[in-house]
């Protein structure tokens, strides 16, 4: 098995337990991925999917922060950390794809986000290669951020209904 097959992707998005929050929060404390509880308890909230190993345990979090744009059109901002023992190639792609899934899912639903959005924080992410990666998933450059950043977007289209 390669070593991305040991690991499931789970959509969690307005379903998560007090234990699995409680687990996101001691996942974010362990890594000193947040800088305190508090913050990783408000962002449990955002959770959309959680990347587990074969053996259940929490080794990544996608959150999606919901908002309003200027045009009151509601978008999703995409946040995702895999924890340092498990950065595989191929697993950050495969958290995205399914939070893409699960939100075209919602799509269809009265005021669900039109969008998701996201700044590239990581500088290799950022170059050609990881940018069509990302184009692999639907992504597109739509400008920079303040801070230099590429911010990109995808948008969601409605599942389906026949």
Same mark, same amino acid.
């Given at each position: 098995m390669n070593a991305i097959g040991k690991f499931n992707v789970r959509w969690v998005f307005g379903g998560i337990t007090p234990t699995l929050r409680r687990d996101?929060?001691?996942?974010?404390?362990? $890594?000193?991925?947040?800088?305190?509880?508090? $913050?990783?308890?408000?962002?449990?909230? $955002?959770?959309?999917?959680?990347? $587990?190993?074969?053996?259940?345990?929490?080794?990544?979090?996608?959150?999606?922060a919901l908002g309003l744009d200027d045009h009151r059109s509601g978008f999703g901002y995409l946040r995702i950390y895999i924890g340092r023992a498990h950065r595989h190639p191929g697993l950050a792609r495969r958290m995205v794809r399914r939070m893409v899934e699960g939100f075209e899912a919602l799509a269809s639903e009265p005021g669900a986000p039109k969008r998701i959005v996201a700044n590239l924080e990581n500088e290799k992410i950022a170059r050609r290669s990881g940018l069509r990666l990302l184009a692999s998933v639907g992504f597109a450059p739509v400008g920079m951020t303040a801070q230099g950043e590429v911010l990109i977007e995808r948008r969601l289209h409605q599942a389906s209904t026949t």
């Open positions: 996101i929060v001691a996942f974010w404390m362990a $890594e000193a991925a947040l800088d305190s509880a508090d $913050e990783a308890w408000r962002r449990s909230w $955002e959770v959309a999917c959680v990347l $587990e190993d074969d053996g259940g345990t929490l080794a990544g979090i996608c959150t999606v």
